[in-house]
C-alpha cells in the first residue's frame, strides 16, 4: 500500500497564493511520477501540473506562468505552489502518484483531496 497525505489547501482571495504539499509513505520502491489534479463541482477531473523522477513537467494551460509544481524525491514529496489565484482555479486538489512498489508491483494512489476556494 502508498498512501498520499496532502496539506495546504484554504480559502484564498483573488490574486493570492497557497501552497499544496503532498507525502507519500508505504512500501515504496520509487515513484516515477507525482503530481496534482483538480475537480471543480460538476467538472470532471483534470491534471494540474506533474513532475517526472527526473524533474520533467507538465502543466494544464490555464495555470503555466502561476503554479509551479516541484518534488523533493527523497521525503518523496510533491508541492504545488499556486500564485496569482483566480476564481475559476476552486476546486478540490488530488495528489496523485505513479510507481513501483517493494513487491516490484505497480502502484497508481491518489490522495484524499484539498479544498482550495478562491473569493473574487
Known amino acids: 500500500q502508498v498512501q498520499l497525505v496532502e496539506s495546504g489547501g484554504g480559502l484564498v482571495q483573488a490574486g493570492g497564493s497557497l501552497r499544496l504539499s503532498c507525502a507519500a509513505s508505504?512500501?515504496?520502491?520509487?515513484?516515477?511520477?507525482m503530481g496534482w489534479y483538480r475537480q471543480a463541482p460538476g467538472k470532471q477531473r483534470e491534471l494540474v501540473a506533474s513532475?517526472?523522477?527526473?524533474?520533467?513537467?507538465n502543466y494544464l494551460d490555464s495555470v503555466k506562468d502561476r503554479f509551479i509544481v516541484t518534488r523533493d524525491n527523497a521525503k518523496n514529496t510533491v508541492y504545488l505552489q499556486m500564485n496569482s489565484l483566480k476564481a475559476e482555479d476552486t476546486a478540490v486538489y488530488y495528489c496523485?502518484?505513479?510507481?513501483?512498489?517493494?513487491?516490484?508491483?505497480?502502484?497508481?494512489?491518489w490522495g484524499q483531496g484539498t479544498q482550495v476556494t478562491v473569493s473574487s
Open positions: 496523485n502518484a505513479a510507481g513501483l512498489r517493494r513487491d516490484l508491483r505497480d502502484f497508481y494512489s
Open positions: 508505504g512500501s515504496i520502491s520509487r515513484i516515477n511520477v
Open positions: 513532475m517526472t523522477s527526473r524533474g520533467t513537467t
